[in-house]
């Protein structure tokens, strides 16, 4: 069996499309920004319904969720098997056990890359993205039993809290895993995208690394949603690209969810340097 799946890990909202879209810039080394809903193509999604219908030999229901899990083997053998060096594959998933089956195979696994982000801000984002108000997102990301429900074209994602998510891809595993934090790519960008590059086993060219950098900018992604929308848009969201900063909660989120995140999360906050305490 192959072991050619790179995993691109992260909690919502956290990074893992800016990092994608980036990919897609470098790999493709244009002298203009791809398309962000080009950049899908760049990587394949471990939730597409129309995987789990194929590897069924029929329709389903996306909402059964005993039976999406026991299909999921089956999807990611069917991605190892398509003959490419490296599968880059998108997920939200926890990286564990449910009910019995191991939602992160490590058999077809090369290795991963996980973002990870501050939940105070992250939350906020959460919100907006799920048309949720941000007390229940809050109480979303601080419940082991968070998960993404399933609509026609995705099966569902189980997340847990946002430190069981964490501490679940951060945990020493049989594979490398590249752990980035989301604040310390918007100050250093060049530093830590270098690490991306360097991880798919490629030389960092500086001319083609300060170019993807810019071409996946902020500045230039919300550019594009405003001229040409975007597919991964969720209907209930205004917009996918926001702020793309780190540290607006100071001034946005009330004091009371505040406290609610950090009781939950304090230890994994600790120890990524989200808690100076």
């Not at 994608?20 to 193509?41: C, D, G, K, M």
């Not at 009330?254 to 808690?275: S, V």
């Amino acid at each position: 069996m192959k072991k050619n799946l790179v995993w691109l890990a992260s909690y919502p909202k956290s990074g893992n499309t800016w990092t994608r879209i980036f990919l897609a810039n470098y790999l493709t080394n244009s002298q203009e920004p791809v398309s962000i809903n080009q950049a899908r193509h760049f990587g394949i999604a471990d939730v597409g319904a129309e995987m789990y219908h194929r590897v069924a030999g029929r329709r389903i229901d996306t909402h059964d969720v005993p039976l999406t899990l026991q299909l999921r083997e089956g999807v990611l053998r069917g991605i190892s098997n398509n003959n490419a060096d490296v599968n880059l594959v998108k997920t939200h998933s926890i990286c564990q056990v449910a009910r019995g089956v191991h939602l992160i195979s490590y058999q077809y696994t090369r290795s991963a890359i996980y973002v990870m982000r501050n939940p105070l801000d992250m939350v906020m984002s959460y919100a907006r993205h799920f048309a949720l108000s941000i007390e229940g997102a809050a109480t979303s990301i601080c419940s082991e039993n968070n998960f993404l429900g399933a609509d026609d074209s995705v099966v569902p994602t189980f997340l847990g809290t946002w430190s069981d998510h964490v501490n679940s891809w951060t945990a020493k595993k049989p594979y490398p895993t590249l752990v980035l934090r989301y604040e310390d790519m918007l100050e250093r960008p060049e530093e830590e995208f270098s690490k991306v590059v360097e991880h798919f086993g490629m030389t960092v060219d500086p001319e083609r690394l300060d170019r993807a950098i810019r071409f996946s900018s902020f500045k230039e992604l919300k550019k594009q949603e405003k001229s040409t929308g975007f597919v991964e848009r969720p209907e209930k969201s205004k917009s996918f690209f926001t702020k793309g900063q780190s540290g607006h909660w100071k001034d946005e989120l009330p004091p009371e969810l505040i406290d609610k995140i950090i009781k939950a999360n304090r230890q994994t906050m600790k120890r990524f340097g989200y808690l100076d305490e």
